[in-house]
């Protein structure tokens, strides 16, 4: 930009992954002048050990806490026995595209569509499926899998090489064997069995792919009309109302700090603001501005009334299940992870070279690549049914919130489908556990040499909801984020099952079954081989147990007005002109798995709408 410029057509508030996927998309219109503000930093002005350690696959548990993770921790949850939860959330150029741990897994068909049955209309599958394509390209994958021709976004998803041996294929064979396909594709928004799951991963440099190098590259950087701020953290949106207090609020600009200077500045907007600064951010900024609940902000701070900003928080309770394996299972990766936890330069160092030479192992991918999303466990047997008619009864939480009743009922539609996915389970042939505050917990420290395969299961669609809001002044000023997780006592009924299901069911299943140690060890501190058999143990295991996923949606949540509703299905702030918010906050019904793509997905379908509306106007 000009020296002195501060005047644009749209100021993009947040510079992360949905953020980035609107000023490119914006951008592409030379006309328009679009200013990004990001608090975080771009790559190179990071250290460089920090840049290497974000570009490389596997590195990314060692962000956490460290200058690109804003490290974030909730207030203590009830539902877990009063835990406290700290989780990490990308504070850089690229936001959490850049710290996550890359799967790239689109949401099922039923649960868009489910977005577009609560009063969204453009939001079903058909549509949504159509902007999803145009964020990635299939730079990889094996022979198997028939590769969506019709994707060619900037982002690159890999594929791991092989699903037809070692660990993959004992993964697949034995979800077959459960009576399910086995290996499918990720990307199709089908429903129950086995998936392959790939990585945001260029496998020609061997180095993450995200928002910042995908829809940030150094010709889309050079355009004349897009200008991008680092180090600055917006403080509100400068909105204007007319002198009679009737009509819209429109927002004319905003107010944002410089980190290293201090200086307080103004941006302004001809056109538009978006707020696209994460699920926590963008409540934040919403409420700091004075959009939120009334009686909340009170009367003397609030501009517009918006009782939903803040709220329908949602997230995936998750659950780890270590089972030690044979002595002639195949290889895992706890010989690695013991030898880099011992920092032994043979192996790290061969390692490394295999990665910088070929692209390949430990450090070229996240290491996950397979799962499953099955239905209820039992549901195909008529005592199952029964089963499952008993506690939906049984765990019915009267409501008069319009949303609460539409939820559940969206919900109990996929608990009662054999065909619908109400668990969500990813499988790794490495030992992995949890600590009290969900940060990852080290292998076993005793010098064993015990070998190990885990299955994180995830709940995908809680009915639990919980709260993001600003509270106290001045320099005690903070979020307060209550995840609510497991509060809706359906959710513990539900996950107790799936759980109690891995334990009994698929690490009794072959090919599987062979290669697991009989009576062997679980995860320190977890119930020993056979105990999960009482469900009240199993319900007991995951309040003491379960976190977190790193999967938040839903604060800015695009619903109608009346039913807590943020923004309508424009990405517009109720009660604003022109003022919209465009990031994993408006997802109304959270995705079944890790929400990356969708927020790619909601990115690429909000740039259009937005830039129709510029367009139009």
Not at 3 to 12: K, L, Q, S
Not at 38 to 66: C, F, H, I, R, W
Not at 370 to 390: D, I, R, V
Request: aromatic share 6%.
């Amino acid at each position: 930009m000009a020296p002195g410029t501060d005047t644009f057509d749209v100021v993009v508030v947040g510079g992360g992954t949905a953020g980035l996927v609107v000023a490119s998309r914006l951008s592409e219109d030379p006309a328009l002048q679009v200013l990004v503000l990001e608090a975080g930093q771009d790559l190179s002005q990071l250290p460089e050990n920090l840049a290497q350690t974000v570009m490389t696959p596997a590195g990314y548990s060692q962000l956490y806490k460290t200058a690109v993770d804003w490290d974030l921790k909730t207030i203590p949850q009830t539902g877990l026995k009063g835990r406290e939860l700290r989780f990490p959330q990308g504070k850089m150029l690229g936001g959490s595209s850049g710290l996550n741990g890359l799967s790239f897994t689109a949401s099922a068909q039923a649960v868009v569509d489910g977005w577009a049955e609560l009063g969204n209309p453009g939001w079903d599958w058909p549509s949504f499926s159509q902007s999803l394509a145009e964020a990635y390209t299939v730079a990889k994958a094996p022979s198997s899998l028939v590769t969506h021709g019709g994707s060619q976004g900037p982002l690159k998803v890999a594929y791991a090489d092989d699903y037809s041996s070692g660990w993959p294929k004992v993964w697949a064979d034995t979800i077959v064997s459960l009576g399910f396909p086995g290996a499918q594709d990720t990307l199709t928004g089908q429903a129950a069995g086995g998936l392959m799951i790939p990585d945001t991963v260029d496998p020609t440099t061997g180095m993450r792919s995200y928002a910042a190098n995908a829809y940030l590259s150094p010709e889309i950087r050079g355009r004349a009309n897009l200008t991008v701020l680092t180090g600055v953290e917006v403080n509100k949106v400068l909105l204007s109302k007319p002198r009679d207090g009737d009509g819209d609020a429109v927002a004319t600009g905003v107010e944002y700090t410089e980190a290293t200077t201090g200086a307080t500045k103004t941006a302004t907007a001809r056109r538009q603001v978006v707020i696209s600064a994460g699920t926590f951010g963008s409540p934040k900024i919403l409420e700091l501005s004075g959009i939120g609940d009334a009686r909340r902000l009170g009367a003397d701070r609030v501009i517009v009334d918006v009782p939903g900003v803040g709220e329908n928080l949602q997230n995936h309770p998750m659950l780890t299940m270590s089972f030690e394996v044979a002595d002639t299972a195949p290889l895992t990766k706890d010989p690695f992870i013991r030898a880099a936890m011992r920092q032994d330069q043979e192996v790290l160092g061969a390692a490394m070279s295999e990665y910088i030479e070929h692209h390949t192992g430990v450090f070229a991918s996240s290491g996950v690549t397979s799962a499953a999303q099955l239905p209820l466990p039992g549901l195909e047997t008529s005592s199952g049914k029964k089963e499952l008619e008993s506690i939906l009864n049984n765990n019915k939480v009267l409501s008069s919130d319009p949303f609460a009743v539409a939820h559940e009922r969206f919900i109990r539609s996929i608990l009662s489908s054999p065909t619908e996915a109400s668990g969500y389970y990813i499988f790794g042939p490495a030992y992995a556990d949890l600590n009290a505050d969900g940060t990852n917990a080290p292998p076993p420290l005793d010098g064993s040499e015990d070998n190990y395969v885990t299955v994180v299961f995830i709940l995908p669609h809680p009915l639990s909801r919980g709260s993001v809001h600003v509270v106290g002044a001045g320099a005690d000023k903070r979020l307060a984020i209550d995840l609510r997780l497991l509060s809706h006592p359906l959710d513990l009924e539900v996950m107790a099952r799936h759980v109690q299901f891995i334990e009994q069911g698929l690490a009794t299943t072959e090919p599987l079954a062979q290669w697991l140690k009989v009576n062997g060890k679980r995860a320190i501190g977890a119930p020993g081989a056979g105990a999960l058999k009482d469900l009240e143990v199993v319900k007991e295991f995951i309040k003491d147990r379960a976190a977190g996923a790193h999967h938040y949606t839903g604060s800015c949540s695009m619903l109608p007005r009346e039913m807590g509703g943020v923004v309508d299905p424009q990405l517009r702030v109720y009660g604003t002109t022109n003022l919209r918010v465009c990031d994993a906050s408006i997802i109304p019904l959270t995705p079944r798995a890790n929400p990356q793509a969708t927020v790619y997905g909601v990115a690429e379908h909000g740039a259009k709408l937005i830039r129709s509306s510029l367009l139009s106007g």
